[in-house]
Structure formats: structure tokens, C-alpha cells
């Protein structure tokens, strides 16, 4: 008998005839003489309507009562779940994250999972009952509520599945799987069957929906299978884990980061400690630097370029700001008219040649560099936003065809 838990985000319970639908996915498992637990999302927009409409009576209202707000949405969809599997006539009880034992610390809206005290959820599954779980939320040591996170129902699952050491973690969504690239942009995408943690968590931050980061770090961490597969259509999906057979595809996958700006820092003074100070002061003030770029020295000067999400724009120009009068550059200047594009693959640390027939294809498709960063598993450019989407084809076409 394996124990396999199985996630439904919020598109796949939208409505009775989905969660009727993820009702028989659920008992054809338990049917085959497996346990099951399931990990349910709010419905649909549930969780967006909730902030609207906390928004509408107190824009600023404290984050433990946006907790307790944000946990309802997955408190309908459990109880709704478990009733249409009662309907189906097989034994199943729901359970709220403090219930199935989702000890969180107290960082209410962003909570971290510290450990689970599953022996609830053993005893229910020792009764042979399918438990239905509430993701994204857990309680804190003063049993208040606490939820984990946008798309936190993800780390849900994949926690209790590390915690009962499950055989297969499924992620149902309504995509069936992981692509190459994005398939409605690149129309020579084409489904990956399996990539390791590492892949995943490059892909997921460069912006690849499918997946939670941090449930792809926790996967990682407990060795925790995962597979990603559609709610709508039987068929396999693609795996997640540790290692995989490489073939002679040296790169997975392609993907497009626009939620990029461009800062440059002109006329530095060109000596010892002027990067650590620049840097230092960033981190301090919490902004994430993604590419760095250092001019040559001219006339005892030289410029530093680097780029951070947009979102965090503002907040790291305010930051070198202050340092006008200890750092003396000449200006500071920013762009966000520009898209990081990459390619992602374990193959490709042991063969040369990937970067020059990527920066070939850009070539080909007449697209300037800007920027370019490397690490072991990923290659990344900075180009104009306006030519992301024919940069990204451009470069998948290069490998994946
Ligand atoms: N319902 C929550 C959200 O929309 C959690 C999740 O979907 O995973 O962020
Ligand atoms: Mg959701």
C-alpha cells in the first residue's frame, strides 16, 4: 500500500462540477488500496476576493486578522471536497491546518512551517479515511491562525508528504505538466517528463507559474518527489527530483523574467571598497541584486550596472542615494524597459559551446546583449523588453527543436 498525497490548487475546485471531478480523482487512489491525503487551495478567486474585501473596511488591517480572513477560502473548499467524497460513498474526514498539526512561527501572512505533528493525520489514516487538508495555513505557539504565503498551498503538501514520507507528492493544476517554455508564447514548446529540483527552482523563479519556489526548496530538502499534472486530463505530468537522465538535451527549458530594472551608478571613484559599500548598503536596505556589471576604470572612475526586480526599484535608488556623499559618483540612472531571458539545464555545466549558440541565435534574431550572467546551471541575458518574447523563442528554438 503506498501513501500518496495529492494538491489541488484553486482552478481545479472552482466550482461543483470540479470538485465533483477532483472527488473521483481522489477516490480512484484510494480505491487502488492507497492511503490518500489530499491538500486543497481556496476556490478560484477565493483568496483575492477576501483581500478586496478586507480592503474595503480597513485598508490597513493587521496581518493576524488577514489571517484569519485568508484561511476561511480553504476551510469551504475542504468541507466541500470531503462532502462530495462522502457523496461518493467512501470515508474521508477534513481537517484545518491546526488540526493536521502545522506548527508555523508567528510571521502571520508569510508564515514558515517549523514542523508538523502528524500523529492526527496518522490516526485518521490508520482508520483508512482519506484526509482532506486545508493548505496555506497552520497556527503559531499562541494557537493563533496563520497562513504561509501566496500559492503556499503547494509547501502544504509537500511538507505533509515529507512528514509521512509519502511515495508521490502530486500537484494537480490546469496546465498538464512543465513546458520547455512558455507554450502560449513559444510554439515549438514541448512537455517536459522529468527535471530535477535545482531546474525547477530556476525555472520557477524565472517565472514559471506552475510551481511554489519554496515548495520546490522543501522538496529538494526532504527528497520529496513531485509530480505536476493536469486536474482535466488523465495522463502523466512531468516529475520532479533529484537526478535525471540527461539525453542529449543539454538545456530544459527557456524562460522570460520582465519584472526587471536597470540601475547604473556613473562616475564612481575607482578604488578599494567602493563595490562593498554600493553592495553592502543594498543588502542592508533588504534589495535582492540579481546581474552586476563593473565598467573599466577611466580617469580614476568607473560605473557599476546591476539589476533588481521593479518592484524593489524605487527602494534601491533611494538607497544608493544616501550614499551620494561617502560613495561621490557622478549620477544615478534607472531603466525598466528591459526582460531578462535565460536558458536552464544541468547538461550543460560539462559542455562548452552553449553560451556562444545562445548569444548565436540572439545573433541571428538581431537582438543586442546588455548584460550577461552565467551559474552552473543557467545562462542569463538582459535585453530590451520589447524584444523578450522573440528573444525567448529564438534561444529555445536553438536547443530544444
Ligand atoms: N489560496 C492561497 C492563494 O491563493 C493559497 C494557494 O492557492 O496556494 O494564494
Ligand atoms: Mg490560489
Keep these: 500500500m503506498a501513501l500518496i498525497v495529492k ?3 484553486g482552478s481545479s475546485v472552482a466550482n461543483a462540477e470540479r470538485v465533483n471531478n477532483v472527488a473521483r480523482i481522489v477516490t480512484d487512489e484510494y480505491k487502488k488500496g492507497n492511503n490518500v ?8 478567486d477565493t483568496t483575492d476576493d477576501l483581500i478586496a474585501k478586507a480592503k474595503e ?24 471536497l470531503a462532502m462530495a467524497i462522502e457523496r461518493m460513498g467512501y470515508p474521508v474526514v477534513s481537517l484545518l491546518g491546526w488540526q493536521a498539526g502545522f506548527q508555523t512561527d508567528s510571521n502571520y501572512t508569510v508564515a514558515r512551517i517549523k514542523r508538523i505533528e502528524s500523529e492526527r493525520l496518522k490516526a485518521e489514516l490508520a482508520r483508512r479515511n482519506i484526509v482532506v487538508v486545508a493548505g496555506f495555513q497552520g497556527i503559531n505557539k499562541y494557537d493563533d491562525v496563520t497562513t504561509l504565503g501566496r500559492g503556499g498551498s503547494d509547501t502544504s503538501a509537500v511538507a505533509i508528504a515529507a512528514s509521512l514520507k509519502a511515495d508521490l507528492c502530486q500537484i494537480y493544476t490546469d496546465v498538464d505538466g512543465v513546458y520547455t517554455a512558455d507554450p502560449r ?31 520546490v526548496e522543501m522538496a529538494k530538502k526532504y527528497n520529496v518527489e513531485l509530480e505536476v499534472l493536469s486536474s482535466l486530463e488523465s495522463k502523466p505530468g512531468t516529475i520532479v527530483k533529484e537526478t535525471v537522465k540527461m539525453e542529449k538535451m543539454l538545456v530544459r527549458g527557456a524562460a522570460c523574467d520582465k519584472n526587471v530594472s536597470r540601475i547604473s551608478v ?20 533588504k534589495i535582492n541584486v540579481d546581474i552586476i556589471l563593473q565598467s573599466v576604470g577611466r580617469d580614476g572612475t568607473k ?34 524597459t528591459v526582460a531578462k531571458v535565460s536558458i536552464v539545464g544541468t547538461g550543460m555545466q560539462t559542455h562548452p559551446g552553449v553560451a556562444a549558440k545562445m548569444f548565436e541565435a540572439l545573433y541571428d534574431a538581431n537582438i543586442n546583449i546588455h548584460m550577461i550572467s552565467t551559474s552552473e546551471i543557467k545562462i542569463s541575458v538582459l535585453i530590451d523588453v520589447e524584444k523578450a518574447d522573440r528573444a525567448v523563442e529564438a534561444v529555445h528554438d536553438a536547443f530544444v527543436r
Aim: hydrophobic share 40%; glycine share 6%.
Design 7 to 9: 494538491k489541488f490548487g
Design 37 to 44: 491525503v489530499v491538500v486543497v487551495s481556496a476556490q478560484g
Design 57 to 80: 473596511i480597513n485598508p490597513t488591517a493587521s496581518k493576524r486578522e488577514m489571517d484569519m480572513l485568508l484561511s476561511a477560502g480553504e476551510q469551504i473548499s475542504i468541507s466541500l
Design 185 to 215: 508564447k513559444v510554439k515549438n514548446a514541448v512537455k517536459i517528463d522529468e527535471i530535477t529540483y535545482d531546474e525547477m527552482l530556476e525555472l520557477a523563479s524565472l517565472g514559471a507559474q506552475v510551481l511554489n519556489s519554496r515548495s
Design 266 to 285: 556613473v562616475g564612481l571613484t575607482d578604488h578599494p571598497g567602493t563595490a562593498f559599500k554600493l553592495f553592502n548598503a543594498l543588502g542592508q536596505a
Design 303 to 336: 560605473d557599476i550596472t546591476f539589476t533588481v526586480s521593479q518592484d524593489q526599484c524605487a527602494d534601491a535608488i533611494a538607497a544608493v542615494e544616501k550614499l551620494k556623499d561617502s560613495l561621490k559618483y557622478s549620477s544615478v540612472a534607472h531603466d525598466e
